[in-house]
Each structure stands twice: as C-alpha cells, then as structure tokens.
C-alpha cells in the first residue's frame, strides 16, 4: 500500500524534520519546498559575521544554530575576502559529503543548517566592499563558497531603495539560476524612506511585490508587523497574500533592534508575523551585537512551532 504523497514529496523532508545530512543533499528547488511545506514555522536568524562572538570558542552562527534557527543568513559576508569569525582555523571534515571546505560550506557543515548572505545594490556613497554588493559576480561566488540563499536588501544607511533591489534582481537570479534561493526585500528603510510630503510613500506596495516576483525572487522579504512605523497587521497580511499568490514564499523581518527587546515583545511579533503569513521568519543581527539575544532565537522558536520541534531542532546532531 503506497501512502498517497507524491513521489517527491516523499524524499524531501519538511524542514521541521531535515537533518544535517538531508540539508548536505537539497537543491535549492527542494529546499524552497521543504520551507513551503512547513507552513510557518521555519525561522531564519541573521548574524554579523566579522564581529566577535558573544561566547568564547564559538563562533556566532553555530550559536544560533544551538539556539533553534533553522537558516542562517550571514552579514557583511565579503566574496571578495571572505572571513567569518570564530572558526576554527583547521575545522573538522564534515560526514556528510555534500558540504564543501569553502567559508560557507564549512558553516553549514558546523552546524547543519543551510546558509545564507545579504547581498546589497547600495548607493556608491555608501561605500561598500565590492564584494558585499550585488552583482551576478558575487552572486556566484557566494554560491560557490557555499550559499544556498541570497538575500538582496540593504542595511541602515546604504541609500538602497526597493528600485535598486528590482534593478539587480533579474540578473543576480539569472548568474546562479536554480542553485540558490534568491530573496529580495526591506527590513527597513535603510537611509531612505521615510520620506515626508508630496512624496511620501510607504515602505514597500502590492506594485513592488509584483515587480520583484516579475524580477525573479523566490521569497519576499517584507518588515514583521510592529517593527516599522505605519505598517499594519493587515497591510501585510495583503502584500503577503499577493506575494503568495504570485508563486512566492514570505520571509517577515525583525530588523529594527528589536531581536534586543524582551521575550514578550518577540512573541507577539512571531504570533501576528505568523498571522499575517509569514512562511519563514527572520530575526535579526543587534541583539547585543551581530547576532539577537539567543534565547529571543529561542523564544520565536517556540511561539511559532512549540517545544517539539524546537528542542529536536536545538539537540538534533551534525552526525544525523
């Protein structure tokens, strides 16, 4: 008797049950579906990879892994001179063979989980390494280092508008094609928005959501509720709703310092970002400083997915 899934469904785990050794063998297709199919209780932490880690003798990113998130998504990560600190300077081969050496590669083989960048169509002003912008070149590489995700967005005081991120969308998603999950989106205004008067507009519109589907992104990045000014709970529970129906995945952000704030504050953000359709929910870098307060990760963790899920996704081992 056949149990009625679709053949590829069945191979591919939702990513509330994928260990390390179903993340070392995902494409970036599967992957998308195994997030699609967990129904919002896929949580994604971001952490500044150059600053130094809260503890000694771990780095920040296997840090939140302990913690419950299940992607990581790496900031100010340079192609061009990658550095990602508190890794061991030899570390161990992982077991699983689908993992690489490379910087990213060897994240994911430290603690399981699929790895991400930001990459940024920031203003020249802003003055960025060449290597954190978002060009099909450093698309690639960060692929080849071991990204299965690329993040266009832009950090606080970059001059990104939602123009740039449409305007290297198309050729970001054409460099690496099927091999990375391309998300596009605001946490913020990043230097921006607002701006006051006859040319006030909101942050982010059903217009932006269907140019960026039109551009290629796979998962809109859009503010979580009460983390930007004006945003409502059913504003963006209507931009989610068209993003879904466009083929898209919803990734709400928490990227307003607000990963700093009190356990209380995180769970009514994770609840109402769950209500209005979050399918992943990120929380953001500045809890103290380059990574949230980890038991913020664990208190999202547990909101949107309880104590099941979350302690498997906390204990489950790289040797799995």
Wanted: hydrophobic share 40%; aromatic share 4%; charged share 20%.
């Amino acid at each position: 008797m056949t149990s009625g899934i679709p053949e590829p469904l069945a191979k591919v785990p939702r990513i509330l049950d994928a260990r390390a050794s179903h993340f070392a063998q995902m494409s970036a297709s599967q992957l998308f579906d195994s997030i699609r199919r967990t129904e919002g209780r896929t949580l994604a932490a971001e952490i500044v990879v150059p600053f130094p880690p809260l503890v000694d003798g771990v780095s920040n990113p296997e840090l939140a892994a302990a913690f419950g998130a299940d992607l990581l998504i790496l900031n100010f990560y340079d192609t061009h001179s990658p550095w990602i600190t508190g890794l061991p300077d030899d570390p161990p081969a992982s077991p699983h063979p689908g993992y690489g050496s490379a910087p990213l590669a060897q994240v994911a083989a430290l603690t399981g989980r699929p790895v991400g960048i930001n990459l940024e169509p920031a203003a020249p002003e802003a003055n960025l390494p060449e290597g954190r912008l978002a060009t099909p070149d450093n698309a690639r590489l960060a692929v080849e280092h071991g990204a299965v995700c690329l993040l266009i967005t832009g950090n606080p005081a970059t001059g990104v508008t939602n123009r740039s991120i449409y305007d290297s969308l198309s050729k970001v998603r054409q460099a690496v094609g099927d091999r990375a999950i391309v998300m596009s989106g605001k946490m913020h205004g990043a230097g921006t928005w607002p701006v006051l008067g006859e040319d006030y507009r909101p942050l982010v519109t059903a217009e932006d959501v269907d140019a960026f589907a039109g551009a290629g992104c796979q998962v809109m990045l859009l503010p979580a509720p009460g983390t930007v000014p004006g945003l409502t709970l059913s504003q963006l529970a209507d931009l989610a709703d068209r993003a879904h129906r466009k083929g898209l995945l919803v990734m709400t952000s928490v990227g307003t310092s607000q990963e700093g704030a009190d356990e209380a504050t995180i769970r009514r953000i994770a609840l109402d970002a769950k209500e209005a359709g979050a399918d992943i929910h990120h929380i953001g870098d500045a809890g103290y400083h380059g990574v949230a307060v980890p038991e913020n990760i664990l208190t999202y963790s547990l909101a949107i997915r309880g104590r099941r899920h979350t302690y498997r996704r906390m204990a489950s081992s790289v040797l799995r």
